[in-house]
């Protein structure tokens, strides 16, 4: 079955020091995986997605993602943490299953930013 | 290129009344899709409907429904509210080809 873990509820970082979310996934076959990021009181923005091309995936706002199949993780990284990253980001996979795609969503880690 | 509309943004029901939330999708998308997020439940796929027709559906009661016109406008109805109905519903659509999601801003709902 498939299924994705993000492995951290909260992640709390100071301004300007790398950010690491981290999410691991289970699939039997090569998924699509997504990152979205919610703001409050806003909906989901997708940040990157992985569709089999590059492992490494560019995704807005400085973030990017590794897919490594060895490891079954896509875990999110930005280099420099901004105060407007403070948000909850949800990683996701995707699933063509009878000709419809199918989402999983992980519970979401979010993400504090301290001065 | 104007992203998924959701209104209203925000509203407050009493229990046992029912509402309506609309939705367009980005231009071109056929497939719209209903979620509920709540603080204990998290992301919960409610149904997704595609040209029309509903085309799969989450676990949700008989009280929650959806229809999707001809425009691929869709809206989703839940008749006999109830207090743990308040959550954030948010649409999605994507492309007939694609498998990416777009979402709206959600339509918060307040039961009372």
């Known amino acids: 079955a498939q299924s994705v873990t993000q492995l951290d509820s909260h992640v709390s970082v100071s301004e300007g020091t790398p950010v690491l979310l981290r999410c691991n996934y289970s699939s039997s076959y090569s998924p699509s995986l997504f990152w979205y990021v919610q703001h409050p009181n806003k909906g989901l923005q997708l940040l990157l997605k992985?569709?089999?091309?590059?492992?490494l995936v560019k995704g807005i706002n400085g973030f990017e993602a590794e897919f490594k199949k060895s490891e079954t993780s896509f875990h999110l990284t930005k280099p420099s943490a901004h105060m407007s990253d403070a948000a909850e980001y949800f990683c996701?996979?995707?699933?063509?299953?009878?000709?419809?795609?199918?989402?999983?969503f992980g519970t979401g880690t979010r993400l504090k930013v301290l001065a | 290129k104007a992203g998924v509309t959701q209104t209203p943004r925000y509203l407050i029901k009493t229990r046992g009344q029912q509402v309506t939330l609309s939705c367009s999708p980005i231009s071109g998308h056929r497939s719209v899709s209903w979620y509920q997020q709540t603080p204990g439940q998290g992301l919960q796929f409610l149904f997704e409907y595609f040209s029309e027709t509903q085309r799969n559906k989450g676990n949700f009661p008989g009280r929650f429904s959806g229809r999707q016109f001809s425009n691929s406008r869709s809206e989703m109805n839940v008749s006999t509210l109830e207090l743990g109905d308040s959550a954030l519903y948010l649409c999605?659509?994507?492309?007939?080809?694609?498998?990416?999601?777009?979402f709206g801003e959600g339509s918060w709902l307040t039961v009372v």
């Open positions: 992985y569709t089999s091309a590059a492992t």
């Open positions: 999605a659509s994507s492309s007939d080809t694609g498998n990416t999601i777009y």
């Open positions: 996701v996979v995707s699933l063509l299953t009878s000709g419809t795609y199918k989402y999983i």
